[in-house]
């Protein structure tokens, strides 16, 4: 084989790892269930650029109260129900939160002053 030849190969390798169809070592969480898209783009032509909570109630009949779905690579998770977002967003915050608590600025008064 020539060198150009391998080296191209090498290149469709990267390009395709990078581009998320060849899979990497990286674990990630299962995404909640959702439309299917096209390789690469997804759901870009599915998509509606007008009334997107028409097509989310919709699309919610079918796959439920959370949802997602990946444009050009890159998830979009919806919620469609106030019932899922309470629990998301408020019961379970300390799951999705990184920002660490400063127990002893609380106890000072400090803790709705300090900023990360």
């Not at 390009?15 to 674990?27: I, N, Q």
């Not at 032509?45 to 990946?70: A, C, I, N, Q």
Request: glycine letters at 10%; proline letters at 9%; a positive charge.
């Amino acid at each position: 084989m020539e060198p150009s030849a391998i080296f191209a190969l090498l290149l469709l390798l990267i390009g395709l790892t990078l581009s998320g169809v060849l899979p990497t070592h990286r674990a990630r969480l299962p995404l909640p269930p959702g439309p299917r898209g096209l390789p690469f783009v997804g759901k870009v032509f599915g998509r509606p650029t007008h009334h997107l909570w028409l097509t989310y109630l919709k699309w919610g009949e079918t796959f439920g109260d959370v949802m997602s779905f990946k444009v050009f690579g890159q998830p979009i998770v919806v919620v469609n129900s106030f019932k899922a977002a309470s629990d998301l967003l408020e019961k379970r915050s300390s799951n999705y939160s990184t920002r660490p608590i400063f127990h002893m600025a609380e106890l000072m008064g400090w803790g709705w002053n300090m900023a990360v």
